[in-house]
Structures are given as structure tokens and as C-alpha cells.
């Protein structure tokens, strides 16, 4: 393959025409002929730049509402023979094809046709068919073409024109081939992805995923790892779409824990109530709601003091000062809102350490949507776990029944666990947390572990008994047997709710029942892991 390769005419159709005036007028300057399509031309014209219609070049109009004008060989065979032989130049002679040696195409706005809603009709007018196949024949041919597909990358074209007499290098065509591949890859990918939805295809044969370069992180899990993180390009408020007001960038860790503190606060709607989410390693170590913010957070933080240091905030409102002042009270890794107050951004600027994001709302909880995980070989897929109980859907299993005070704890404790990784036990009073067992073998353990981090809240905060007395307590998956829900009532808990479904349940509501426990079934469990 040629290193510098010559440039002497560009094709040039976008829909996104950001940057194109600038791009067109120094390219022209530089003598290299322009060739446009439709809007591009008459944008183009408008800056009193020479264009030459791609219709000029082929000898056929546009036609089909603009469906057919660039597959055409007197294009393609432009964008893909190879200069260096001559069986490929012969052929260009015999046939009057002219060389291209630039091409810059953004494709139909697709997903953003789809991400406002549009219909199927004008979504499926929207899928371009001459862009990509533009696009892969210049990247196929780029010994010799280079590929623009990204307004990012004008810029740099000119700056590698300018440092090579007009000319391009192989490395810098190699690059811009990838990315133009990787572009109609995701183009490819959305729209697959997209038709399989519309047409009910739950588990399509084939499923291709696509994201854009948001960071390149230092590292992964571990400074070992290589990393970096890909937006998907969906509207979901969280840490993909935040702004960062301040700090060191992300790490991998922080991103992963913000997700999961976000996804777990959001459980708790403004209308609800002010609510605060405090993560550590992906799971939450205080959740509490209360009359304000401060006290939401202040409640969130006793739950494990120890634990909250150096961990990830969320909270369901607008940070306001008095909260940020009781948050940098401790060191804090991450802090994530729906909108913060200038008060309070200006209090976060005297701890540069500490990163505050905001976002332009909290995602829904109930809004569906796919999860993805890796395997060796493949990846698992499956609907996002937006399932949510209300108290109307709770069935009272034993002879006792709850309070509604119980009641509003356990539903409480229910949200929380759905976000605690299994077996999940979730201890809760008054609205906050009081003990969270994660992530045990056994259900048991994750009990025991609960009931001990009450214990050290209540030596924390000095009182005269472990939280847990008076508490309710929330299972992710069902109670195999007795001896789970025995330990929580030792611990002090009143009330239990649990999915149910276990073949011992009878033996377990009698177990309930002789402890003078009350316990609600939800017909649902909350795996995670």
C-alpha cells in the first residue's frame, strides 16, 4: 500500500451539515474539486463554492424521493479502484469514472428519529442505504481513500493535509476507516435492534451492540485493566448523560457505583418524598427518606457510618446547600442529583476531591428496557428489573397483620433490597435503613451480617438496643426455611416480607406465626447478582 496518498476530489453528502461550510471552504482552497448531493449542493452553493452534482457525474437525476442517486459505478468505482493497478485504471478510462479520493458522509439521523418518537413508517424512510454503502467501499479502498463520518474529524483531515503537501498517510486512513466501519456498525446495530422491537422479536437470531466512546478511563476494576466507557446513546438519566461540575475524572469503580446508587434512589420519586442513597462496592450500605434532604442523607449516613466514607451519594432532589455542607462533613467520592443549587455547587468547589454530577431528571424505575452480561463465549440479555410491588398487591400470609406503619417499612425495605446483590436481607425503620446483609452463600449469613451492622449503628450512635428491635425486614428471594426469618426475629424484626414460593412456606408461616411475626408475600423476586 502508498503511504501519502494525493487528494484531489471529495464527495461530500450529510445530513449533519455541523462543521461543512468550514470543511468545504478548505478543501476548495486547497484545489481539491467538491461533488454534492441535493441539500449538501445547495448548502454549499449558498457559500458561493464551485459543486458538481452527483447527477453530472452518473447521468441520472435523483429520483425516488433521493433513494437512489449515489449507487451508481460511477461512484463506487471511484471510491474503490485501486490506483496502483492498472487492470482497475483501464477500467476507469473504458467506463469514464472519475477517482474519488475523499469521501464525507453522515448517515439519516435514525436514532434520533426514533429517540423522538417518530412513527414506524418515517422511521424506516429514515434507515440510509447509499451512505453506507459509500462508506464501507471508501474504508474497504483506504490504501488510496480516505473516509470522513464524523465532524470531530474535519479538523483533523486539514491539519494532515497541511503536514503532508496535500496529502494523506496510511496510518491516518487506516484510523479513519475504522472509525467509519465502527460507524455503520452501530448505524446497523440501531436499526436491527430497533426492528426487533417493533415487531415483538424478543430474542432475535442475531443481536448486535454499538456504543460511543464517552471516556477512556486509567484502568479497570484494577490498575491492571484496560478500560473505558461507551455511551448507547439512550435518553435514561444517569452518569452516562450527567454533566461533572467538578473533580478528577471517573474511575471504572465510580461509574459502576453511581449506576447502581442512581438506579436505587430513583426508586423514591420526588412526590414521595426527599430520599438518599449511600453505595459502597455496587451495593448500598444507608437508604433513608425523611422531611428534608439533609435529614434524608444524615439518616442514609448512620445506617453505616463506617462504610458511607469514601463511598457514592444519590440523591432523588435537587442538592441544596444544607445537604452539601452535611455531606462534606466526610470524605465523599461521588455525589449524583437531578440539579444542584449554586450554593451548593459553589460549598462542593472547597473539596476539589470530590466529583458532583447532575442530571436532567431521575430514570424510571418502571421503564423497561435490557440488561446485558458477559460470558465466556457470549452474553446473557434480559428485561431490566423494573418490576415494583404496591401495597394493594401484597398478600398477608400470616395471623397477624402488619401495621400500617409496618406496611410503609416494608415496602420501603422491598425497594432497597431489589438493589442489594444476593441473597439480600434489608433491615428497615421509620424509613431508613438499619442493617443490609449482601451478597452471602447463605441466606442466613446475610441475615446474621444485617443484625451485626445494626449493632455496630446502635454502639455508633449510642444507643440503648440494636435498631433492629422494632424493625421490619425484606428478603430478595424466599425464605427456603425457618431458620432465616428466626434469626431476623431474634434480631428484634416484627414484620417480614419475602417473594414466598418456597415448598416450605407452610413450614415457615408457622414459624411466623409462633414468633407473633406478621409476613407479606410479593409474588416477586429480586435476584441480582
Known sequence: MPDLAPMTRALISVSDKTGLRELAHALAERGIELVSTGGTAATLRTEDLGVRDVAQITGFPEMMDGRVKTLHPKIHGGLLALRDNDAHMGAMVAHGIEPIDLLVVNLYPFEATVARGADYDEAVENIDIGGPAMIRAAAKNHAHVAVLTDPEDYGALIEELDANGGRTRLAFRQMLAQRALARTAAYDAAVSTWMAGEIGEAAPRRRALAGTLRQSLRYGENPHQRAAFYVDGTDRPGVASATQHQGKALSYNNINDTDAAFELVAEFLPGDGPACAIIKHANPC?????????????????GDRTSAFGGIVALNMKLDLATAQAITEIFTEVVIAPGADQAAIK??????????????????????????????GGFLVQDRDAAMVEREALQVVTQRRPSDAELADLLFAWRVAKHVKSNAIVYAKDGATVGIGAGQMSRVDSTRIAARKAQDMAEALGLAEPPTKGSVVASDAFFPFADGLLAAAEAGAVAVIQPGGSMRDAEVIAAADEAGLAMAFTGQRHFRH
Open 347 to 376: 460549598h462542593f468547589a472547597t473539596k476539589p476531591n470530590l466529583r458532583l454530577l447532575t442530571t436532567p431528571g431521575l430514570p424510571n424505575p418502571r421503564e423497561g428496557g435490557l440488561s446485558f452480561r458477559q460470558v465466556a
Open 286 to 302: 444507608g437508604v433513608a427518606r425523611a422531611e428534608t434532604l439533609e435529614a434524608a442523607y444524615r439518616r442514609a449516613f448512620d
